[in-house]
């Protein structure tokens, strides 16, 4: 610091000390060495003895902000400027913080007021920029609203409905696309600017056979302007649109007080402006975390359907029932709930709300439904037990788990969509809505009727659910909102036909999708909604979340292990395009980067157990090493590659396999041993799970459990580890079945040409003698590699891992033969003399605040593209028996 080179006085109660000085000083040097530890224990010193330091609040402030605690930023910018009011680091600050919490009419305030103090200042200009401008008053003419009704679409037999043009209707299958729209490096309330990027998309859909699409809340302005500009212009490749009414979960103990006023009012307030801005005819204020602006064109003629609410979790819907046993009907203008539970009837009421809305307004009316999900759904799940049904079963087993299960409790109670009556007035009609992926929740793959299941195309326990589900609501339309697989590395969940959460590489995710989609069909649902159109980098999964820290950063690195990071359609790759790491054994695109060390070969050595360099390089994605030996034969040579992640001090000294002792304790080793069977270990004392007995189960039965408190120790040990995950956890069924967890080794590492499987860890060509690895962040306990924050420690309270700041990592490399695997052949760096390791430096990749990224289309566009073409039109439910 300072932001713009000019230092206002350290003190408002001066002079201080040469100690605290000092302090200061050396406070901001370890801020800028990005040592946010030792930079915050200095400023509160200073602050502690000077209470009126402006600096050091400013300091507190700035590092607050690196460790994403925004409540803690802005109190330290505010006390600064409480102290001295135009002091432009503290408005700076406040600025940043204010963006980043996604108040956006706050953030550009405090720009404006900081680019008068400073008007050149590049920094301000930077964000004032990407922020909009104020809203105008804007009067909009009175709405014309139709004699007659007016109805875009309708639900018919399982199916829906469009006009034909001449007069009549016309069956429409959805072939849809879920729209997100959080480019890399952005907030998920940080949309696009209005530079081609949505006409682009609209193209793009479009090209890919796909007629509907769906967005979960309000786009700004520009986005309708698109979709209408596209379906003016492109009458045999309408694009429909479904759209959502968002909102968060109620307040509560449970979050289940769905009838709080001011909660409510806010839900009633957002169907508004849906309404009105899909009619064209809304303007929205700026608030934080939303679009805004003024919406003028009409697309309400293109509009297919409503699907409002969020997935909602269980304990807030068993809550309300709690709550509100007493509701159990609806008797609305356009909906009625005979029959149903306090959630079912609260939901007519919202769909109620919204269809009563748009009447009185424009006299229009469009089809209705409420999101849902398996984990919710009205079908009963002999295999899935409620968490308390588990206990019970447990207990009477003499069994005591470890730990609690750490997920919704499914099956507890649903919502039955066949229980919302449209009345006569209500000519649209409504469906059901569900996002059902093949992998969850877990009776998906143990029930055993869905294990008999087959499809068109073979066993499917996916189609088997599907039938079930689709049978289920008779001839209410089906519509599956959300489906598909990622593209990621790591894998939360696995199924019995490999369509698992995660683990398939770009060209089985599309193949896999497309599957999907096509039983979708055959097993008689209205339509079906790809996840997603691009990947998002915000995104989090429940295997990895701890280790992403702090949260509000992650949206700046992609993680390959994150299952939820990589659905899309259009990846979102980490770097530039043109600098682009390979993983092929060529290695021409690394030019002249990333060599840390070279060898001095020695004549007397075979040639494949002489390195004759290493290198290391990153991106937003990845750490990547190269490592070039004399040739590569897997029966005469083996290579060991060692990661001091945090503090040289720390970690295991002695490799594995050769026993020899490194410089640095190290907390991983690249363990290549050949194509097959090479692994990442990680020193014992700090992986992240281990084993721990399940009390009294018959026969005797681990569960993975975190290995706290997470840190890495200083030892001689020589124990290496790879990483086994628990992904789908034991369970015990209504009937009492035990169903074993389902574990994998996270760590090995696949062998590929990346060319050929977008999954490639890591590569040798024997033709060019170069080894080429990938490694994600996460698999080096990385927690946030935009901050160089690795896991270190458990934080107090909550025992969550917690994360420190390192100054980067070291590496030590050694080739064996493993016919002798003591005697180590060659190794990096080299002392002078050539005997032992030499000094081991320190490699400190670059922080940053705004990622590098590229696009580029997955496979699973062509994969999507021919099976949306071979459908034609709603099909026949298959095997309804």
Same mark, same amino acid.
């Given at each position: ?16 000390? !040469? ?51 925004? !409540? ?7 006390? @600064?400027?409480?102290?001295?009011? +135009? ?105 696009? !600017? ?22 979960? /809340? ?47 009012? $806010? ?183 869905? @294990? ?64 999907? /989609? ?6 008689? @649902? ?27 950063? +992650? ?48 004549? /007397? ?122 992904? +789908? ?12 967890? /389902? ?8 062998? @590929? ?92 990749? !670059? ?18 593209? $021919? ?15």
């Amino acid at each position: 610091m300072p932001l713009v080179g000019q230092s206002p006085p350290k003190t408002a109660c001066a002079p201080l000390s !040469p100690t605290l000085n000092e302090s200061l000083d050396r406070a901001w040097e370890a801020y800028r060495a990005n040592n946010m530890t030792e930079a915050q224990a200095a400023f509160q010193q200073v602050l502690s003895a000077c209470p009126k330091v402006v600096s050091a609040a400013n300091g507190l402030g700035y590092v607050a902000l690196r460790h994403g605690d925004l !409540p803690s930023s802005e109190r330290y910018f505010e006390r @600064a400027l409480s102290l001295r009011p +135009n002091d432009y680091d503290a408005i700076t600050g406040l600025g940043m913080a204010s963006y980043r919490a996604g108040d956006q009419v706050r953030s550009r305030m405090t720009f404006e007021r900081a680019l008068k103090l400073f008007p050149q200042d590049s920094v301000t200009k930077w964000y004032l920029a990407r922020l909009p401008a104020s809203l105008d008053t804007t009067r909009l003419a009175p709405v014309s609203r139709p004699v007659t009704t007016q109805v875009a679409a309708r639900v018919a037999q399982r199916a829906f409905e469009v006009p034909n043009g001449r007069g009549g209707w016309q069956p429409m299958w959805l072939k849809g696309l879920n729209i997100g729209a959080a480019l890399p490096g952005k907030h998920p309330s940080e949309f696009p !600017p209005d530079d081609g990027t949505y006409e682009h998309w609209l193209a793009l859909t479009a090209e890919m056979g796909v007629n509907t699409l769906r967005v979960y /809340t309000v786009h700004p302005p520009h986005f309708y302007r698109a979709l209408a500009q596209w379906n003016a212009t492109h009458p045999t490749q309408t694009l429909w649109l479904i759209h959502g009414v968002w909102t968060e979960l109620p307040p509560g103990p449970q979050e289940e007080q769905y009838d709080d006023p001011s909660w409510l009012a $806010e839900f009633h307030g957002e169907m508004h402006n849906v309404v009105n801005l899909l009619h064209g005819h809304a303007v929205i204020p700026a608030r934080p975390g939303h679009a805004f602006g003024v919406y003028r064109a009409d697309v309400s003629r293109w509009v297919v359907a409503y699907i409002i609410g969020r997935e909602w979790e269980p304990h807030s819907i068993v809550g309300y029932q709690a709550n509100r046993p007493d509701r159990t009907k609806y008797e609305g203008k356009y909906l009625t709930v005979a029959r149903g539970n306090a959630a079912e009837a609260w939901l007519a009421e919202q769909c109620d709300y919204l269809i009563d809305y748009e009447m009185r307004g424009y006299n229009a009316q469009h089809p209705i439904a409420y999101t849902n999900w398996p984990t919710l759904d009205p079908l009963h799940h002999p295999t899935e037990s409620t968490l308390a049904e588990e206990a019970q079963l447990r207990r009477a087993r003499g069994e005591e788990t470890p730990e609690a299960a750490r997920e919704f409790d499914n099956d507890a109670i649903g919502l039955d969509a066949t229980r919302m009556v449209p009345t006569p007035a209500f000519k649209a009609g409504t469906f059901a809505s569900y996002h059902a992926y093949p992998y969850y929740p877990d009776f998906m793959g143990l029930d055993p009727d869905y @294990a008999r299941a087959s499809g068109p195309e073979g066993q499917s326990n996916y189609f088997g659910y599907l039938r079930d589900l689709v049978r289920y609501h008779g001839d209410m339309p089906v519509v599956i909102a959300e489906y598909g697989v990622p593209s990621s590395r790591g894998i939360a969940h696995f199924q019995p036909q490999g369509w698992n959460h995660g683990g398939h590489s770009e060209v089985e995710q599309g193949a896999v999708d497309a599957r999907l /989609t096509r039983e979708i069909h055959a097993a008689g @649902a209205a339509g079906g909604l790809l996840f997603a159109l691009m990947d998002e980098w915000f995104k989090k999964n429940w295997i990895v979340i701890d280790f992403e820290q702090p949260l509000e950063r +992650n949206r700046l690195w992609l993680n390959p292990l994150d299952a939820e990071q990589n659905y899309g359609v259009i990846a979102m790759r980490a770097g530039p395009r043109d600098s682009a790491l390979v993983i092929d054994g060529r290695g021409e695109d690394w030019g002249t980067r990333g060599t840390w060390y070279r060898g001095s070969l020695s004549a /007397t050595l075979p040639p494949p157990l002489q390195i004759k360099e290493f290198r290391v390089a990153n991106d937003e994605a990845y750490v990547y090493l190269r490592l070039d030996v004399g040739a590569i034969d897997w029966t005469k040579a083996r290579y060991l590659i060692g990661i001091d992640t945090y503090r040289a001090d720390l970690g295991d000294f002695v490799l594995p396999r050769t026993g020899a002792t490194s410089p640095v304790g190290l907390e991983f080793v690249l363990d290549l041993t050949g194509p097959v069977g090479s692994h990442l270990l990680v020193d014992h004392p700090y992986t992240l799970y281990h084993p721990a007995p399940i009390a009294g189960s018959n026969p005797p039965t681990q569960m993975l459990v975190y290995h706290r408190p997470f840190r890495t120790v200083a030892n001689r040990d020589g124990v290496w580890d790879t990483l086994w995950v628990e992904t +789908n956890r034991r369970r015990i069924g209504r009937d009492g079945t035990v169903f074993p967890a /389902t574990v994998y080794d996270r760590n090995l590492l696949r062998f @590929a040409r990346q060319g050929e499987n977008s999954l490639a860890d890591w590569y040798a060509d024997s033709a060019t003698g170069i080894i080429e690895v990938r490694l994600p962040w996460g698999m080096l306990h990385v927690l946030d590699p935009s901050s160089r924050s690795v896991l270190y420690g458990s934080q107090a309270t909550t025992h969550d891992p917690e994360g420190t700041a390192t100054e980067g990592f070291r590496f030590v490399v050694q080739s064996y033969d493993p016919g002798n695997p003591t005697q180590p052949a060659d190794w990096l760096p080299k002392q002078p003399g050539g005997v032992g390791f030499g000094p081991v430096p320190v490699w400190a990749w !670059p922080v940053w605040e705004e990622p590098r990224w590229h696009q580029e289309v997955k496979p699973v566009f062509r994969a999507m593209q $021919e099976t949306f073409r071979a459908i034609k039109g709603p099909a026949r439910i298959v095997n309804e028996r």
